[in-house]
């Protein structure tokens, strides 16, 4: 079993940035893809990155590439997602996931452990 808990959501005006932490309780964590994933009120929810397992091979979403990272310290059971040059449209509640695979997916349903969520709103 696996619980994750995200944290360091909250309101920053557009253009600036913050950085979530997800940390997971998980044994062997270095085994687990992890993702992060966000949904908007009345919108599904949707991919923004995930890091693999072997070399920390990484993967974006258009939308985020280039103004997001993620990045993992297994060291620490924890993974981070750093948010620069925020715009409202990435306002939503972001979660952190967990998919037992070396290489991560993009799809939500893929993924067996998730956190609470944790709120991020960009004003404009």
């Known amino acids: 079993q696996v619980q994750l808990v995200e944290s360091g959501g909250g309101l920053v005006q557009a253009g600036g940035s913050l950085r979530l932490s997800c940390a997971a309780s998980?044994?062997?964590?270095?085994?687990?893809?992890m993702g992060w994933f966000r949904q908007a009120p009345g919108k599904e929810r949707e991919f923004v990155a995930a890091?693999?397992?072997?070399?920390?091979?990484?993967y974006y979403a258009d939308s985020v590439k280039g103004r997001f990272t993620i990045s993992r310290d297994n060291a620490k059971n924890t993974v981070y997602l750093q948010m620069n040059s925020l715009k409202p449209e990435d306002t939503a509640v972001y979660y952190c996931?967990?998919?037992?695979?070396?290489?991560?997916?993009?799809?939500?349903?893929?993924?067996?452990?998730w956190g609470q969520g944790t709120q991020v709103t960009v004003s404009s």
């Open positions: 996931a967990a998919d037992r695979v070396v290489t991560p997916r993009g799809s939500p349903d893929e993924y067996d452990y």
């Open positions: 998980a044994r062997f964590f270095n085994t687990y893809s």
């Open positions: 890091i693999g397992v072997i070399g920390g091979r990484t």
